[in-house]
């Protein structure tokens, strides 16, 4: 399997690139841009959060400690004393730190449920809804965040399938096949349910026929023709 490093670099290379593009296209702002980067990039992550002495995982509870002890302070400004603050944001970190992250890791397998194609679907369309109904972003930014984040984790799960074959010998690893996974029966009660759970976002999403008028539409990706190459041989065959 590939390593923390080789991930996190085809992540970002792919969503830059892509970004780039529908950035240039003129389908998302300067903003949604960076999100897009950033999305994709940790996307390109997400497949190892089963792995518990992984560094994805170890930098994703971290992040997610943080964020939750800010948000619980923010919320409680008003009310509690300095003091109180403190105690409530250091009480928050060690509870997501510490506690959640231990119940997580003795639940999780490496490479089981979480290293697979629909589990990264359900990420990907919870990050859709979460966008559009919850921070209010814009329908199309709202699809294009769900949907790097998701192309970041197939890089992921893409570059395990390709490091698991002996390219010199042409042998496939006994890794093979254990990455980009979309069933393994020993799982099936989870695979249902992680399906199960693709049908529920996929019926409460937002409206995915105007993202896809503005995708289809030909006008954007024209900008894309427009250059300094173009330009001199427009001028040249003139």
Not at 114 to 143: D, R
Not at 166 to 178: D, E, F
Request: with cysteine; proline share 3%; aromatic share 16%.
């Amino acid at each position: 399997m590939a390593n923390f490093n080789t991930h996190l670099n085809g992540a970002f290379a792919v969503s830059g690139i892509m970004a780039l593009t529908v950035y240039k296209a003129g389908l998302i702002n300067d903003s949604g841009f960076l999100m897009c980067m950033a999305l994709g990039t940790i996307g390109g992550l997400l497949p190892d959060l089963d792995s518990d002495n992984s560094t994805p995982i170890k930098l994703g509870f971290n992040i997610t400690s943080f964020v939750f002890a800010f948000g619980l302070v923010m919320h409680w400004r008003n009310e509690l004393s300095l003091l109180s603050l403190i105690a409530l944001w250091l009480a928050g970190y060690g509870f997501m730190r510490y506690v959640v992250f231990n119940i997580f890791t003795s639940m999780t397998v490496h490479r089981g449920i979480i290293h697979s194609v629909p589990y990264m679907a359900v990420l990907g369309l919870a990050t859709v809804s979460l966008s559009y109904y919850v921070l209010g972003n814009a329908l199309t930014a709202s699809w294009f965040f769900g949907l790097f984040l998701f192309g970041g984790a197939m890089v992921h799960l893409a570059l395990d399938e390709l490091y698991s074959v002996n390219l010199m010998g042409m042998k496939m690893k006994r890794s093979a096949g254990t990455a980009m996974k979309f069933y393994q029966h020993k799982d099936k009660w989870w695979y249902l349910l992680l399906y199960g759970l693709i049908a529920l976002l996929v019926y409460f999403a937002p409206p995915v026929t105007e993202f896809w008028q503005q995708v289809y539409d030909p006008a954007p990706w024209a900008q894309l023709k427009v250059g300094i190459l173009p330009d001199l041989l427009e001028d040249y065959l003139r």
